[in-house]
T-cell receptor
Framework: NAGVTQTPKFQVLKTGQSMTLQCAQDMNHNSMYWYRQDPGMGLRLIYYSASEGTTDKGEVPNGYNVSRLNKREFSLRLESAAPSQTSVYFC???????????FGEGSRLTVL | DQQVKQNSPSLSVQEGRISILNCDYTNSMFDYFLWYKKYPAEGPTFLISISSIKDKNEDGRFTVFLNKSAKHLSLHIVPSQPGDSAVYFCAASASEYGNKLVFGAGTILRVKS
């Protein structure tokens, strides 16, 4: 059981380049989330999808777009990367309302 | 404005002793609290949780205490083991807000053998 899988694990971009972070979960969870982790800031919610076909902004959505492709997959896109988007990105999923998120291993993104 | 605060960036404890990690929150709507543990190069993993209707929840060596009047919760690890060395995140959610988790900045725990 793979759980939550993120790709790529590492990526270096130049300012202005675009890229998409992929996330897939095999636990049949309804809700999926994208967080970013920065030193001293904890984990901050970028976007989430409460169910297939719906997406909503979180705390720090600027500069990002998301797509809930199907129940399994939730992608995060940076259209024009900026150095401020250098971070570690985590995808997570949850079935119900207990708040216990299952996280992927993270994707470390560096924007030069 | 951080709604969930972990004011100690790091904590160092001797193996076998108690580790106490603290967390404060400001939003009185929060009704569910969780602790996550994170090792380097891995995603956070769920450790223990507590509902606002309780003041204590215990799971093996881990106990979470909730003081609603003080808007404070703490995680106790007894006895501490070297394998407990990790970053610990406190998180809170409110059913009013769709149960989205709000995380603290994390506390690095080092357990010395």
């Amino acid at each position: 059981n793979a759980g939550v899988t993120q790709t790529p694990k590492f990526q270096v971009l130049k300012t202005g380049q675009s890229m998409t972070l992929q996330c897939a979960q095999d636990m049949n969870h309804n809700s999926m989330y994208w967080y970013r982790q920065d030193p001293g800031m904890g984990l901050r919610l970028i976007y989430y999808s409460a169910s297939e076909g719906t997406t909503d902004k979180g705390e720090v959505p600027n500069g990002y777009n998301v797509s809930r492709l199907n129940k399994r997959e939730f992608s995060l896109r940076l259209e024009s990367a900026a150095p401020s988007q250098t971070s570690v990105y985590f995808c997570a999923s949850i079935q119900g309302i207990t708040g216990e998120l299952f996280f992927g291993e993270g994707s470390r993104l560096t924007v030069l | 404005d951080q709604q969930v605060k972990q004011n100690s960036p790091s904590l160092s404890v001797q193996e076998g002793r108690i580790s106490i990690l603290n967390c404060d929150y400001t939003n009185s709507m929060f009704d569910y609290f969780l602790w996550y543990k994170k090792y380097p190069a891995e995603g956070p993993t769920f450790l223990i949780s507590i509902s606002s209707i309780k003041d204590k929840n215990e799971d093996g060596r881990f106990t979470v205490f909730l003081n609603k009047s003080a808007k404070h919760l703490s995680l106790h690890i007894v006895p501490s083991q070297p394998g407990d060395s990790a970053v610990y995140f406190c998180a809170a959610s409110a059913s009013e807000y769709g149960n989205k988790l709000v995380f603290g900045a994390g506390t690095i725990l080092r357990v010395k053998s």
